[in-house]
């Protein structure tokens, strides 16, 4: 949620009058985040988020507003999209797809307490339930993407990088994923992207990674994700139990995906690890960004891969 395509006060008041929300107020960059240029909008009739999408072409985003929509829609908690008068889910501003949200109550989270963890477990599951009433489109075969991603990154990387990629490139490159349950999954469910008032969640929110690739893979992003502090390198067993448990009661795992946990949470550790080092080695130009430092992936890369590791 970064602003890497600034917009004035008259683009944005020209921008709403294609919606029905009201007259412009005041809005705001939003510098959290990584990909995205994101807007607070405040108008006469709400507080609203606006998205400049910089991180994948337009002709993706049917299947990953069409998602959020279907989600919704079934109940499940998150920041569905406003439709444009002429009823579209998205339109252009400054030669960028542009999607108007409205502003979900809450905050994100730096550190989920295990209420918390255990909400977005079972949320998780349910996701997962209902995406799969969904077709299987825009695949993302996650080793392939890793194994060219890396390929840029390898010269930027010293001896003990270099190793420790291409070990994981051959791990993940030995699943034969087309056996594992897949569908369209969320792909960046980060505590930053779940906004909760209190233990209740309020909403899922930047579904831009969204796309149609192993269940399994989704719940070790997460598990990761929700597990695992990078300010002190420690991985909560407890809370990944908890997360696992309530995640297992409304969509339990079959027994490929039990056997490959723990191989599938060192490829979501492995693509984080490359994202990251993409955006320090090739940065984008823009108003406001934010960069998440490598390095706290790649301590959990290392860790996932120590033989006595386990959740347990």
């Known amino acids: 949620m970064s602003v890497y395509t600034p917009i004035s006060h ?6 709403l009058q ?6 412009l107020i005041s809005y705001k960059g939003i510098s959290a985040g990584v990909e995205n240029s994101n807007f607070f909008v405040n108008t006469d009739q709400g507080r609203y988020v606006l998205t400049l999408v910089e991180s994948v072409p337009a002709e993706k985003l049917p299947f990953i ?9 079934q109940g499940l908690p998150c920041a569905q999209p406003i439709h444009l008068n002429s009823g579209e889910l998205y339109t252009t501003l400054n030669n ?10 809450g905050s994100p989270l730096e550190t989920p307490n ?10 998780l ?97 997460t598990l990761n994700a929700w597990c695992f502090n990078e300010k002190d390198n420690q991985f909560d067993n407890q809370k990944a139990q908890k997360l696992l448990n309530q995640y297992q009661e409304i969509r339990p795992l079959d ?22 080092l993409r955006d320090y080695h090739f940065p984008q130009s823009g108003e406001q960004i934010t960069q998440k430092c490598p390095m706290g992936k790649q ?14």
């Open 96 to 105: 960028r797809p542009a999607v108007l949200m409205a502003c979900l109550q």
């Open 10 to 15: 008259n683009e944005l008041a020209q921008h």
């Open 125 to 221: 599951a349910q996701f997962h339930q209902l995406s799969s009433q969904l077709d299987v489109e825009a695949y993302v075969h996650i080793p392939q993407w890793c194994t060219e991603l890396g390929a840029r990154l390898f010269n930027h990387l010293d001896d003990e990088q270099q190793t420790l990629l291409q070990s994981s490139l051959m791990e993940a490159g030995e699943i034969d994923w087309t056996m594992l349950p897949s569908g369209p999954v969320h792909a960046d469910l980060f505590p930053d992207n779940a906004m909760f008032v209190d233990d209740k969640l309020s909403g899922l929110i930047d579904f831009y990674h969204a796309c149609s690739t192993p269940y399994l893979y989704d719940l070790c992003v």
């Open 114 to 123: 295990n209420q918390q963890v255990a909400v977005i477990g079972k949320t």
């Open 18 to 23: 294609h919606y029905s929300v009201g007259q």
């Open 65 to 73: 507003l069409g998602l959020v929509d279907h989600l919704a829609s």
């Open 299 to 312: 301590h959990l890369l290392k860790l996932l891969n120590t033989p006595n590791f386990a959740i347990k």
């Open 255 to 276: 027994p490929m995906e039990e056997e490959l946990l723990p191989v599938m949470m060192r490829i979501a550790a492995l693509r984080f690890w490359l994202s990251r």
